[in-house]
């Protein structure tokens, strides 16, 4: 890995890679391409180590100009992709940017590879590798008492999201049977840690607390969900490029399985700790139930045998700890929060989707 493509570096995930990645390896250089949508900002890319070796470029994987160009100039020798519209209930609303992001875009990207790669050849073959970072939502839905997801578990998409992610899972497989481009994809549980825009479970309840607003837990509370800290998945991708066998899947997650309202008990717990006097403690007094997600599938769990057995990788975060992480991390970066929450149509989303939906 010498000069690496992230698509998606500016979201979430995908930022705190570049952290990880700039701080792991001091020569590589990554190019980072990224659409800013509301998900997505440069303020997640402040104080890199090294930010010298970090190009970002803004554009969307779907333009095949860019891509060309991109491959071509800087020789990309490795492709990470997390570029994806990914919240379920944005899906609900508007599938049809799902598609065209998560499909046609994967599509797009996989072209570029292969003509850059294996017509062109514009670096060794022996150095290549496109890294499909994908989602447990792939393989549905799952009762109490069957076993968790691997690898091979029959993917059972229940939402547009998991449907769009679904289908460029078996484009990346494909290009990998097909045209013989090396592939590898990793299937990870719920991240959570710094930087998550804050319309999932965690970033939601700690900022709705934060700010005396009601936390809304969907349905009973008793989904259940696997938990990653994203450094942790970070550390596991790296392991996959660097080190798992090519055309390959691999199952990441936290080797935990709590049910949602104990992930924002805990969260209030934390912060009734964290700020004794705050004027909403006990935080807990603000959750609310509101009406279920439509479909909303009621467990993941997720089996990681696979790159523990031939990586060695492994969780290092305990749950707990990780909250209580990722609560200081928000609680230390109010200039982020505010950032954040302003250049994107954050309050407008959370006004149209829980207002009024008391269950």
Same mark, same amino acid.
């Given at each position: 890995?010498?000069?690496? $493509? ?24 990554? &190019?980072? !391409?990224?659409? !800013?949508? %509301? ?5 997640? $890319? ?19 100009? !860019? ?51 294996? &017509? ?21 839905? $799952? ?5 968790? =997801? ?20 078996? =484009? ?19 991240? %959570? ?7 999932? !479970? ?15 837990? %969907? ?107 990722? &609560?200081?991390? %928000? ?18 989303? $959370? ?9």
């Amino acid at each position: 890995m010498k000069n690496v $493509l992230v698509t998606g570096g500016a979201g979430f995930i995908g930022s705190n890679f570049i952290h990880y990645l700039l701080h792991e390896d001091p020569e590589m250089k990554i &190019v980072n !391409l990224d659409a !800013l949508t %509301y998900a997505g900002s440069l303020e997640n $890319l402040n104080n890199l180590p090294d930010p010298q070796r970090h190009l970002f470029v803004h554009g969307n994987i779907t333009d095949r100009d !860019l891509l060309d160009r991109l491959f071509a100039e800087h020789k990309i020798d490795t492709v990470v992709n997390f570029a994806a519209e990914s919240h379920v209930d944005r899906s609900i609303h508007n599938p049809g940017i799902f598609v065209e992001t998560n499909v046609v875009g994967t599509y797009t990207l996989l072209e570029a590879a292969r003509r850059a790669w294996l &017509v062109d050849k514009i670096v060794p073959l022996e150095d290549i590798r496109f890294h499909h970072v994908s989602t447990d939502e792939v393989f549905g839905t $799952l009762t109490r008492e069957e076993p968790p =997801f691997e690898e091979d578990t029959p993917y059972a998409p229940r939402s547009p999201y998991a449907a769009a992610k679904a289908s460029s899972d078996h =484009f990346v497989r494909a290009y990998h049977t097909t045209f013989g481009l090396p592939v590898s994809i990793s299937n990870c549980s719920n991240n %959570y840690g710094p930087r998550q825009f804050p319309e999932k !479970l965690i970033p939601l309840m700690i900022l709705n607390a934060l700010n005396g607003r009601p936390l809304p837990v %969907y349905g009973d509370g008793m989904q259940i969900r696997d938990w990653l800290y994203v450094d942790d998945h970070c550390k596991a991708i790296l392991d996959i490029i660097r080190d798992g066998r090519v055309g390959e899947t691999y199952c990441v997650g936290g080797d935990n399985q709590p049910p949602n309202i104990e992930i924002v008990n805990t969260i209030c717990d934390i912060l009734d700790e964290l700020i004794p006097n705050s004027a909403y403690a006990p935080h807990s007094q603000l959750i609310t139930y509101v009406t279920d997600r439509p479909g909303h599938d009621r467990r993941y769990d997720i089996n990681i045998a696979k790159i523990e057995n031939e990586l060695g990788w492994k969780p290092s975060h305990d749950l707990r700890q990780g909250l209580v992480d990722t &609560v200081k991390w %928000y609680l230390d970066n109010p200039e982020w929060v505010d950032a954040i929450t302003r250049q994107s149509d954050y309050d407008n989303w $959370l006004q149209k989707n829980y207002s009024g939906r008391k269950a």
